[in-house]
């Protein structure tokens, strides 16, 4: 009991961004871990001990601690806590740059959040399935993938679940230019962040609502959502999971209101933790296309990285934030930023057909 409790109480530090209560639930986690204490105990401690060094930044040292906690969790039939283990060594995965590791585990999570039958787990497993798909510039994966999750939040009323999965599917929305899905997704996005009250979910909800705007161009509109999340925000941007939106939708703030100059010498003041490669990546993408437009800079490592690594779900949600990269061909008329893609670089997995997720508003 005091193990998982101690599991509990780490949960709600991070959300809280209580910093020396995760320092104190860290500390029991790692005495537990060292202990001669049961498998499960042992096992939950490692959990613990995992997600906290994924909350730091550390995934290499969570996937160390995960490893050792999946096989007992599994020998144990602890298949709740074994999903969520699961969960956080797909994201440690995504955070190394490790995507087939991390599909793979993710569809591992997948297959024990169906046989628990929790309809939160499910919706959460496909999300990060859908994530990684969209990473990866797979857009009819993607879209098959988030249909599982709209399908469980359609029966889950969960505030949480909303704000979380909404924003990545409004987002999604946009790069397969269904302006009328992206709306709806925002509204689902936007009503879970009012319920939950979490200030990161009003960030989450503020700059979905500001790249809506931006794809729909109309950037005048988009700045005070912008500005609201940095209110709120604060310096606490190391604290959010989505990273890498909040510092490119600032540094777009700063080119757009101030300037090229103004985003050279201030748009790289943010300091925030990126838990993957791929916020990284969308943050150098828009950047160098910005150098490029006014002509600063003539290479492309950024590009380049994410065709060699084929992370092109970056610079698609450029696209469809208005945010053309000089490196990509002109769109053809009516074509979207998926297509687009698609169309440019051509890969048997990266196909955009389905123009919708099938949310009814």
Same mark, same amino acid.
């Given at each position: 009991l005091l193990v998982r409790a101690n599991y509990i109480r780490m949960e709600f530090t991070l959300d809280a961004g209580d910093l020396a209560t995760r320092e104190q639930a860290e500390a029991v986690a790692a005495r537990v871990a060292g202990s001669e204490a049961s498998p499960e105990c042992v096992a939950l401690a490692n959990m613990a001990l995992g997600q906290i060094a994924i909350s730091r930044?550390?995934? @290499?040292? #969570?996937l160390e601690r995960l490893a050792a906690a999946a096989p007992v969790l599994e020998s144990l039939g602890? /298949?709740?806590?074994?999903?969520?283990?699961?969960? &956080?060594m797909g994201i440690s995965y995504r955070g190394l740059g490790r995507f087939a590791d991390a599909a793979r585990? *993710?569809?591992e999570c997948v297959n024990? #959040?169906? !046989?628990c039958g929790h309809l939160g787990s499910i919706a959460h497993s496909y999300g990060l399935l859908g994530n990684v798909y969209q990473d990866l510039a797979f857009f009819d994966a993607a879209t098959e993938t988030y249909r599982h999750v709209v399908a469980s939040l359609e029966v889950l009323d969960s505030a949480r679940a909303f704000a979380e999965a909404y924003s990545n599917v409004t987002r999604f929305a946009l790069m397969l230019g269904n302006r009328r899905e @992206?709306?709806?997704? /925002? &509204? !689902?996005?936007?009503?879970g962040a009012r319920r939950s009250t979490l200030w990161r979910h009003q960030v989450t909800a503020l700059m979905a609502r500001a790249d809506v705007q931006l794809g729909h161009g109309r950037p005048d509109l988009a700045w005070p959502y912008v500005e609201q999340a940095a209110a709120i925000v604060g310096d606490r941007a190391h604290l959010l999971p989505d990273a890498g939106t909040f510092v490119r939708l600032q540094h777009h703030y700063h080119w757009a209101t101030r300037g090229f100059d103004a985003l050279r010498s201030?748009?790289? &003041?943010? $300091?925030a933790l990126f838990d993957s490669v791929v916020e990284v990546?969308?943050?150098?993408? *828009?950047?160098? #296309?910005? @150098? $490029?437009?006014?002509?600063?800079? &003539?290479?492309?490592p950024a590009l380049d990285?994410?065709?060699?690594?084929?992370?092109?779900?970056?610079?698609a949600r450029l696209l469809a934030t208005g945010v053309h990269h000089p490196g990509v061909p002109p769109r053809a008329p009516g074509e979207s930023a998926a297509q687009l893609i698609a169309r440019a670089f051509p890969h048997p997995q990266r196909t955009a057909t389905a123009q919708a997720l099938g949310l009814v508003g």
């Amino acid at each position: 009991l005091l193990v998982r409790a101690n599991y509990i109480r780490m949960e709600f530090t991070l959300d809280a961004g209580d910093l020396a209560t995760r320092e104190q639930a860290e500390a029991v986690a790692a005495r537990v871990a060292g202990s001669e204490a049961s498998p499960e105990c042992v096992a939950l401690a490692n959990m613990a001990l995992g997600q906290i060094a994924i909350s730091r930044g550390e995934p @290499a040292l #969570a996937l160390e601690r995960l490893a050792a906690a999946a096989p007992v969790l599994e020998s144990l039939g602890l /298949l709740m806590e074994l999903r969520r283990a699961l969960a &956080t060594m797909g994201i440690s995965y995504r955070g190394l740059g490790r995507f087939a590791d991390a599909a793979r585990t *993710f569809r591992e999570c997948v297959n024990v #959040a169906e !046989r628990c039958g929790h309809l939160g787990s499910i919706a959460h497993s496909y999300g990060l399935l859908g994530n990684v798909y969209q990473d990866l510039a797979f857009f009819d994966a993607a879209t098959e993938t988030y249909r599982h999750v709209v399908a469980s939040l359609e029966v889950l009323d969960s505030a949480r679940a909303f704000a979380e999965a909404y924003s990545n599917v409004t987002r999604f929305a946009l790069m397969l230019g269904n302006r009328r899905e @992206a709306e709806i997704a /925002l &509204t !689902r996005c936007e009503d879970g962040a009012r319920r939950s009250t979490l200030w990161r979910h009003q960030v989450t909800a503020l700059m979905a609502r500001a790249d809506v705007q931006l794809g729909h161009g109309r950037p005048d509109l988009a700045w005070p959502y912008v500005e609201q999340a940095a209110a709120i925000v604060g310096d606490r941007a190391h604290l959010l999971p989505d990273a890498g939106t909040f510092v490119r939708l600032q540094h777009h703030y700063h080119w757009a209101t101030r300037g090229f100059d103004a985003l050279r010498s201030q748009g790289h &003041t943010i $300091q925030a933790l990126f838990d993957s490669v791929v916020e990284v990546l969308e943050v150098r993408l *828009f950047d160098e #296309a910005v @150098a $490029q437009i006014h002509g600063a800079r &003539t290479d492309s490592p950024a590009l380049d990285e994410a065709v060699s690594t084929g992370l092109l779900g970056p610079l698609a949600r450029l696209l469809a934030t208005g945010v053309h990269h000089p490196g990509v061909p002109p769109r053809a008329p009516g074509e979207s930023a998926a297509q687009l893609i698609a169309r440019a670089f051509p890969h048997p997995q990266r196909t955009a057909t389905a123009q919708a997720l099938g949310l009814v508003g």
